[in-house]
């Protein structure tokens, strides 16, 4: 399972979703300002409610980002480890552990945002957002790579399944990773073909009419939540 958008009636739901992303930018500002343990406890208490606000869980969202949990877990006992005495300094691994968990809260709150967002109203976000020509290409870049990586991600697991049917265990690894490897490529690059004769009989539309913007009380608190969490990371308070 990895995260996607979830239809709901939640409040992220109703929110604009030039709004929810001014509330991850503000909310990664402030995780990156604030680095103390006191700091990160209230941040992940906000995060956590970003979660519940847009229907999730916690263990969902971690769920769908486990493919960082190992790099996250790993990077303290790097950073802690040296080459001579004292072996293992703890100060440097606690410094890392901290900017681990800082990644992992701003993943939950960028979790709360994709489970609560359609494609088509973040690709009309980043066209309002980003004006001109600039703005409709990351529009049409960011509606096609929500919609393909899921695919991809689909495919790798296939193709990965299917060599596991045909007693692939017996392989050796390099040659497992290869397999799989150019069955995803193959498929990557026969569903881009596909992809790319599709938008040309659809006759893709360069500028096409964007879902109706919205802004309601609920968008101005998220307003304000997303201006106070700027403010934070300038002024600091932990």
């Excluded at 790097?78 to 900017?99: D, I, K, M, N, Y």
């Excluded at 980003?130 to 697991?157: D, K, Q, Y």
Aim: net charge positive; aromatic share 8%.
């Amino acid at each position: 399972m990895t995260v996607a958008y979830v239809p709901g009636e939640s409040p992220a739901h109703r929110l604009d979703a030039r709004v929810k992303l001014l509330v991850q930018v503000g909310f990664a500002a402030a995780a990156y300002a604030h680095t103390t343990p006191r700091g990160l406890a209230v941040l992940t208490i906000l995060a956590v409610g970003c979660v519940w606000a847009a229907g999730g869980t916690v263990h969902e969202m971690a769920w769908g980002f486990r493919w960082a949990a190992p790099v996250l877990l790993v990077a303290p006992i790097v950073a802690g480890a040296t080459l001579g005495t004292p072996w293992f300094r703890l100060e440097r691994a606690l410094s890392t552990g901290l900017a681990s968990y800082r990644v992992a809260i701003v993943l939950l709150v960028a979790g709360a945002y994709v489970r609560s967002t359609p494609v088509r109203e973040s690709r009309a976000a980043i066209q309002r957002l980003v004006p001109g020509r600039a703005g409709r290409s990351l529009g049409i870049g960011i509606s096609l790579v929500f919609r393909f990586l899921p695919l991809l991600r689909r495919e790798l697991a296939s193709a990965r399944n299917a060599l596991h049917s045909r007693c692939g265990d017996a392989r050796s690894l390099p040659e497992r990773m290869r397999i799989v490897a150019v069955a995803g490529l193959n498929r990557a690059f026969d569903r881009a073909d596909r992809l790319a004769l599709a938008l040309n009989a659809r006759c893709l539309a360069w500028n096409p009419t964007l879902p109706p913007a919205k802004f309601g009380r609920l968008d101005a608190l998220a307003t304000l939540l997303a201006a106070g969490l700027v403010l934070s990371a300038l002024l600091p308070w932990v």
